[in-house]
T-cell receptor, first 113, second 116 residues
Framework: TQLLEQSPQFLSIQEGENLTVYCNSS?????LQWYRQEPGEGPVLLVTVVTGGEVKKLKRLTFQFGDARKDSSLHITAAQPGDTGLYLCAGGRSGGGADGLTFGKGTHLIIQP | GAGVSQSPSNKVTEKGKDVELRCDPISGHTALYWYRQSLGQGLEFLIYFQGNSAPDKSGLPSDRFSAERTGGSVSTLTIQRTQQEDSAVYLC??????????????FGNGTRLTVT
């Protein structure tokens, strides 16, 4: 079983602050997906990264895939209350199949106004 | 178009009763997944359907759990003789198909199951 460790597990910060959450593994993944889940809803895809060292930006969110494709980070600049939610990373293996996608346990993020 | 639809959104049942949870995937999506989400436990894979292939049932926690997908579309997850530890949010997701790197999952809003 490939494990994805997410840290921190919980994070509560003030509006306007910056933050970084991490997704780490000892295994290599062909892709890394980040999802955000709000209470009462299912996870929604934010981004997919597939190339080692890749950096993708989505407004105030910056996603990076590690050079070795074992880890990823999500950096949020000037966090806003609307960023509150559970952030999940999911590592994919080429070849498909259900066991080809491994989810981390998530980071619970609260942005206080 | 419509997203993944799950019903009911909430279900309260007594221990020992059977429950059926329904999932309508996005039209044209060949892959369908069921996950269970418990507080602090993340997403636990249950079962995966891909086209007409035999489903991957490796994540089902016991033989009380079963799922079927009729006509390659709607899926039902059945839990027999429910136990209190079955209480969780059951999430369904669909995707265009294998080739996971470029086939993100589209999730429904889940069914919150409470076993009393």
């Amino acid at each position: 079983t490939q494990l994805l460790e997410q840290s921190p597990q919980f994070l509560s910060i003030q509006e306007g602050e910056n933050l970084t959450v991490y997704c780490n593994s000892s295994s290599v993944f062909s892709s890394l997906q980040w999802y955000r889940q709000e209470p009462g809803e299912g996870p929604v895809l934010l981004v997919t990264v597939v190339t080692g060292g890749e950096v993708k930006k989505l407004k105030r969110l910056t996603f990076q895939f590690g050079d070795a494709r074992k880890d990823s980070s999500l950096h949020i600049t000037a966090a806003q209350p609307g960023d509150t939610g559970l952030y999940l990373c999911a590592g994919g293996r080429s070849g498909g199949g259900a066991d080809g996608l491994t989810f981390g346990k998530g980071t619970h993020l609260i942005i206080q106004p | 178009g419509a997203g993944v639809s799950q019903s009911p959104s909430n279900k309260v049942t007594e221990k020992g009763k059977d429950v059926e949870l329904r999932c309508d995937p996005i039209s044209g999506h060949t892959a369908l997944y069921w996950y269970r989400q418990s507080l602090g436990q993340g997403l636990e894979f249950l079962i995966y359907f891909q086209g007409n292939s035999a489903p991957d049932k490796s994540g089902l926690p016991s033989d009380r759990f079963s799922a079927e997908r009729t006509g390659g579309s709607v899926s039902t997850l059945t839990i027999q003789r429910t136990q209190q530890e079955d209480s969780a949010v059951y999430l369904c997701a669909s995707s265009r198909g294998p080739g996971r790197a470029n086939s993100p999952l589209h999730f429904g809003n889940g069914t919150r199951l409470t076993v009393t």
